[in-house]
């Protein structure tokens, strides 16, 4: 038995090394062949002595089963963002904040990786928990996840205690075979790279992680137990020897001028590299002086990001198509050759009205250049009229509405065309499509092209209509199974539960968007008694002004819209503000549960706590207040003990819920 245990960890120490001469150096010492003879023969050790088996060896990188849901995780210390700069002369007033304290400036410029960030904590040397960024204070526990990048050691060299911030990525050449395979399987492709690592993190079954080839960058360690650096180069080249993959495009920089300049280098350079970067980290280097600088709420003082510029490409306008919206507008948009432009795939970009199509003179077949507006909105920056061959086509807005036929018109002072048909399907399209989103009534299930089914087939004529739907007229329609169809009805039933605001939001009044919403639903204790209410008193209420009270009241006169109101009732759809008096006796306290209790699911406990106003942390710290202990309780229970926190049974924690 000594033999093969001896084995055992002389095979698992070969493949550890292995893994990090071939995912943290890039550098591979054995073929592809040599090491998979050792994993097979590690495998069937292990598949002889289960017994043997060690959480952190190679094997079980994807370890046992999918989780439930993810656990939230308390960051020992905040996860902060960065300030941002977008130019040299904001570069030099952050360096002239600095030189105020230390005029012996000394700084470490480093990519700004365009991935996830993680939080990944050692114990002992071993990895123990993984946990994503969240809100900075609050993370989500991915641990099941993480520990499938190979380029991760599941276990250090040093048997020490530390965390360490890094941010996992998507390599571009492998995301682009990625997106091509899910395209030949007819899947839904990812906008970019970073998405597509973030949704790889966000799966609970540990396989599908394993499948995507993701890899981590370490930036940062709040925390090395039994060590202290005099500045963070030092530190990040320890880290580096720890067997973790630091970037080697990192550089010690001596003044502002030089920081500038790399700035520059990599705005020119960022397209030759394998991953995707959105800028450049600036960072203090000595420790001492970050102490002194200190952070605001949200920032580090000693640190700052520089944006890139938009990128810019060039590509050619194919055509242009109008699209109707939500309040009728038609909107002209350009559809483009497909170019990868700032990290996605582009191939719209919004011309917004006649005016801009003539101010920038596009015409279809145009050489055009393009950027996005606000990081986002793809945008034509300007037509490259010296490449026209003669071909192009000059484009106008129609006087009729692409979808439904009636009159355009271009009202007095406005610069939109909007369709005048009432009962246009485009406009009721878009309608149901702002009701069902996520911050309105969340209607799982009902997308797009359901939507564009319902109305084809008649079955739906306004939003009020969603409710009175059967299970056999959505089974009848494409795509549509007995368990989808239920899942729509389902996802109904629940939204009838929603607050007023989401209601009010979701029917679509011009102006009023959901924090207009929220102040309405505060403000009266029905819908009715909204519809009810003139100008003048609308007008009264802070953060109503008269153009919103005026869409409000002309919303409520009309008589179509108030059949749908009628509607949503005689659904049961909730249609008054939830109690004023939630009771929020738990305000800020922290619990944590462990073991199993009678009447509570984990679930159901968590829910009771939020509720209250509590939160419910997965790890027992001097800041937790009360640990719920319920049958066998795990090691959360001997630390609450220990740190001498308030434990509860569970009729002291119903005590607590119920009074
Ligand atoms: S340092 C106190 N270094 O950028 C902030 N962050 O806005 C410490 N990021 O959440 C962050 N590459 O996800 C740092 N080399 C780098 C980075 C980096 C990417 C991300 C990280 C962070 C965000 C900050």
Partial sequence: MEEIKAELEELREEINRHDYYYFVLDKPKISDREYDKMMQRLVELEEEYPELITPNSPTQRVGGEAIDEFAKVEHRYPMLSLAKSFSQEELRDFDNRIKKIDENIEYVVELKIDGLSASLIYEGGKLTQAATRGNGTIGEDISHNIRTLKSIPLRLQEEIDLEVRGEVYFPKDKFIEFNKERENLGEDLFANPRNAAAGSMRQLDPKVAATRPLDIFIYDSPNIEGKSFEKHSYRLDYLEELGF??????????????VIDYCEYWTDHREELNYEIDGIVIKVDKLALRNDLGRTAKHPRWAIAYKFPAQQKETKVKDIEITVGR????????ILEPVLLDGSMVGRATLHNQDEIERKGVRIGDKVIIQKAGDIIPQVVKVLKDKRSGGEKKFSIPKQCPVCGAEAVRLDGEVVISCTGGACPAKLKEEIIHFVQRNAMNIEGVGPALIE???????????GDLYSLKKEELMNLDRMGEKSSQNVLDALKRSKDNSLAQVLFGLGIRHVGSRVAQVLAQNYDSIDKVAQAGEEELGEINEIGPKIAQSIVSYFSQEQNLKIIKKLKEAGVNLEPESLELSNTLEGKKFVVTGTLEEFTRKDAKEAITKLGGRVTSSVSKNTDYVVVGENPGSKYEKAQELGIEILDEKGFRDIIDS
């Fill in 327 to 334: 309040t009728g507008a038609l909107t002209p948009t350009a």
């Fill in 245 to 258: 993959k630091v970037n080697p495009q990192r550089k010690k920089c001596k003044d502002i001028d030089q």
């Fill in 453 to 463: 089914q319902l109305l084809e087939n008649k079955l739906i004529s306004d939003i």
